[in-house]
C-alpha cells in the first residue's frame, strides 16, 4: 500500500544513510522501525493504580449514606 508521509528533512537524511549503509530500502528501515515501536508499546503494562483505601476491608462505608451536600460539607468543613 502507498502512503505519503511528511518526515522531518534531517531525519529523513539520516534514515537514507541508514538504509545505504546496511544495504536495506528505505521502505524497508521504515517498516522495520513501525514494528518495533508497534510491538514496543504492545508489550508496556497498563498502569494499575496502588489501593489507599482506608479502613478495614469489607467494613460498612461510614459516607454511604451523605448526600453530595452532606459530603462537600464533611469535605469543606462548611467553608
Sequence with gaps: MKSTFDINDALLARAK???RKTGKPLRALVEEGLRRVLEDTSSQTSYKLPDCAVGRQ???DPLEHYSWQDLRDEIYGGR
Design 17 to 19: 544513510r541508514h538504509a
Design 58 to 60: 469489607g467494613a460498612p
